[in-house]
């Protein structure tokens, strides 16, 4: 078989409604842990699995053209844009295009990683120049086979919307394209000049719109395989603890129960496996369980007691960043003419994705077949290769599409695929080897899943009357995420996981001191969607705008005034969310302030220029976003309308995080947040009115817009607030007003 072919499904029944959320327009999560130059748009020489145009394109004989991704997407609409890369050079009618997966085999993994990853905002950036070499690879082979049937010079053959063309004949791909397959793969290629695109460049809808639209679409959740049980988790209370005894009688006397057992959980912990026909008896069968739970000798988070415990880390200096930037000597900054020193609390956070988890395993004796959304289906292949002694090449990852992510599915434990083939393994020893899809309900993820470190920041910043900064020394105290994982080699130097500090100083020139503390808390922490920016680009935005306020200068000159010479992008970004939001020229009316903040993440820049003001009497007085004007650069724009949704999103997702009650709270080691009702999102209401994206034009190699329009978006609305009420912001999510 010369492709990869889509899983073999049975039909689903049609969903009941439509949902639309931030939660599941966009997602993703990574460090830039390997920020890795873009390869020179010049075709190199190789054979490598990731440049080989079989593993990538089918074309059926009818034209229809198949070409599939090597991430996974969940809703970023990378699957539409690595499409159109490759169809670009290969010169194929977009409307034959259609779209799928790759799995964990070589051929998929990132080509500057050398891993398979979604995440870090690295798709396009790292595949950019891959997928055009595929699709002219793909190209020249059609064209040679050709020449090769008609006996004629290739140099007089041209191709043209799906077909290729010689002075007496012509043929489409699909009569050429096993012939051509069978051809040598070229080494090198010549790709097209810039201004000859037709499809890089335009705004385009996804290729998988209408199943979105019209429910058709398939997710993780949704799979379906002859014979397959459902089974449901129920986990300790407490992180890591074990089942000290159980009695499951009143469970397995519930109609459609097949089997309960014990299953070894992430970190050593240890749960009870229900396995039935079906998601509902396995959830009533679960609630009939009596669990005695041992957790002595746990650590029990408690948010207040950590509050205190960081806060009081935070007056101490912890492991300098290794950066040189962030060892400065620092004069006594008490005897600077003007002085801010701030503490900064960021909570837990859920991804809080708009599909659960979900991971469907068909365990054999001789392989393992997995269906579900992965962000890292390599390391999960190892891990379930690990688990079940099965050589690596037997593990057999089908990556589906996801209904969000934000980090949740790319854990470094491979946490839920270790579990859910716990439960494939567990059920085989009870006798009873069947497909089993094992199934998160959100409180299962909201109250065990994995979450955004607890964070809080101590600032001492001296300055004088003109707002230059004479020292800042800074203090961060949160968890580390990779710490005891398989990045921690490269990711922790000197003490310090480069994912905390990240995106600190920028882009701003400041003679900066800066040190973190990695507690150890029994809480598991991961990436959340731009990881480390989430906190440190709200506390540079916030005082950099206290700084300009405390100087009386005007936010947007100050901020044009400190940044650093070589950041350009930004300082483009800066100016044209500035221009296109009337902010310099606008008079607004009474109660309504601008806020600003721009930073840069992931190597791609975006600003905000939010316009706000408060609704409300009293208690239920609060801050209402208006307008919401961002300007992104993110170099060469592929899909321009993808862009535009991802910033969107993201916008969304961060303002949920200013929101009343969007937090994890811990008391006694047990998350007190269930569920929505409980964690709040951002609902229709809370929406601006308008959200405009402007793009930078560039022409430069693109960079990632998965995470960059996340980190600006609440210290811009902040700094509105804090115009509107003269009190600043300090912990997330705000205080009453």
């Known amino acids: 078989m010369i492709i990869d072919r889509l899983p073999n499904l049975a039909p689903l029944g049609r969903r009941h409604f439509l949902v639309t959320s931030v939660a599941g327009l966009t997602g993703l999560a990574l460090s830039p842990w390997q920020a890795?130059?873009?390869?020179?748009?010049?075709?190199?020489?190789?054979?490598?699995?990731?440049?080989?145009?079989?593993?990538?394109?089918?074309?059926?004989?009818?034209?229809?053209?198949?070409?599939?991704?090597?991430?996974?997407d969940m809703g970023q609409g990378i699957e539409t844009a690595l499409a159109m890369i490759c169809a670009e050079e290969l010169e194929v009618e977009w409307s034959a295009v259609r779209t799928g997966f790759g799995n964990q085999k070589p051929a998929y993994v990132d080509p500057a990683m050398g891993m398979h990853l979604t995440g870090g905002s690295n798709s396009i950036k790292n595949s950019y120049t891959q997928y055009r070499e595929l699709g002219a690879r793909c190209r020249a082979m059609l064209l040679a086979a050709a020449a090769q049937a008609w006996g004629e010079p290739v140099q007089d053959l041209r191709s043209e919307r799906g077909r290729v063309i010689g002075k007496q004949r012509s043929a489409g791909y699909g009569e050429l394209f096993e012939a051509a397959m069978r051809l040598p793969v070229p080494e090198a290629v010549t790709l097209k000049p810039a201004a000859?695109?037709?499809?890089?460049?335009?705004?385009?809808?996804?290729k998988v719109a209408r199943a979105k639209s019209d429910g058709t679409q398939v997710y993780g959740m949704d799979i379906r395989l002859p014979g397959m049980k459902s089974a449901v988790i129920e986990r300790p209370p407490v992180f890591n603890g074990k089942v000290a005894s159980f009695d499951a009688s009143a469970a397995l006397a519930i109609p459609g129960v097949r089997a309960v057992f014990k299953v070894a959980l992430d970190r050593g912990g240890e749960g009870l496996a229900v396995v039935a026909d079906g998601y509902w008896p396995a959830q009533q069968a679960r609630k009939a369980l009596k669990i005695q739970w041992q957790l002595d000798g746990l650590g029990r988070a408690d948010t207040d007691q950590l509050r205190a415990q960081y806060l009081a880390l935070a007056n101490t200096e912890g492991a300098l960043v290794p950066d040189p930037r962030f060892r400065k000597e620092l004069p006594p900054l008490a005897k600077s003419p003007k002085r801010i020193v701030a503490d900064f609390v960021f909570p837990y956070l859920n991804h809080a994705q708009m599909e659960p988890l979900a991971c469907t395993v068909d365990l054999q004796p001789d392989a393992c077949t997995l269906h579900y959304a992965s962000q890292m289906p390599g390391v999960d292949a190892g891990a379930v290769a690990q688990q079940t002694g099965l050589p690596f090449d037997k593990v057999n990852i089908q990556v589906q599409m996801a209904g969000g992510g934000f980090g949740r599915r790319a854990t470094p434990t491979a946490e839920f695929v270790r579990e859910a083939v716990a439960v494939a393994q567990g059920l085989a020893a009870a006798g009873q080897r069947a497909p089993v899809k094992v199934i998160w309900s959100r409180e299962d993820d909201m109250k065990a899943g994995y979450y955004r470190p607890f964070t809080v920041h101590r600032a001492e910043i001296g300055f004088d009357a003109q707002g230059q900064v004479q020292g800042w020394n800074h203090r961060i105290v949160s968890q580390s995420i990779v710490t005891g994982s398989p990045f921690e080699p490269f990711m922790v130097k000197d003490g310090v996981d480069a994912t905390t500090p990240e995106g600190m100083g920028e882009p701003y020139q400041v003679p900066m001191r800066l040190s973190v503390?990695?507690?150890?808390?029994?809480?598991?922490?991961?990436?959340?969607?731009?990881?480390?920016?989430?906190?440190?680009?709200?506390?540079?935005?916030t005082l950099i705008d206290e700084i300009a306020q405390a100087t009386r200068q005007d936010p947007v000159a100050y901020r044009r005034k400190m940044i650093h010479p070589e950041a350009k992008r930004t300082l483009a970004a800066l100016n044209l969310a500035v221009e296109r939001s009337g902010y310099e020229t606008r008079k607004l009316a009474p109660g309504q302030a601008w806020g600003v903040a721009v930073h840069a993440s992931f190597e791609s820049v975006v600003a905000y220029v939010v316009l706000a003001t408060l609704e409300g009497k009293g208690k239920a007085r609060r801050p209402r976003l208006l307008e919401v004007h961002a300007g992104v650069h993110c170099n060469l724009c592929v899909n321009p309308r993808t862009v535009e949704a991802q910033v969107q999103g993201a916008a969304l997702m961060a303002l949920g995080t200013t929101l009343p009650n969007h937090r994890i709270t811990l008391k006694d080691g047990r998350v007190e947040q269930g569920n929505f009702d409980a964690y709040a999102m951002p609902r229709m209401a809370d929406a601006p009115q308008r959200v405009a994206v402007h793009i930078v034009p560039s022409q430069d190699a693109p960079t990632g817009m998965g995470e960059p329009g996340l980190p600006p978006l609440a210290p811009a609305l902040a700094n509105a607030v804090a115009r509107l009420t003269g009190r600043r912001q300090r912990e997330l999510p705000f205080a009453p007003l």
Not at 59 to 69: K, M, R, S
């Open 517 to 541: 503390h990695h507690p150890k808390v029994n809480v598991p922490v991961l990436w959340w969607r731009s990881v480390g920016s989430t906190h440190t680009a709200y506390v540079m935005e």
């Open 36 to 72: 890795l130059a873009q390869p020179e748009a010049k075709a190199k020489p190789g054979q490598a699995p990731t440049e080989q145009p079989p593993a990538f394109v089918h074309i059926a004989p009818d034209g229809q053209t198949t070409i599939l991704c090597n991430r996974m």
């Open 196 to 206: 000859q695109f037709s499809l890089i460049g335009k705004p385009m809808g996804l």
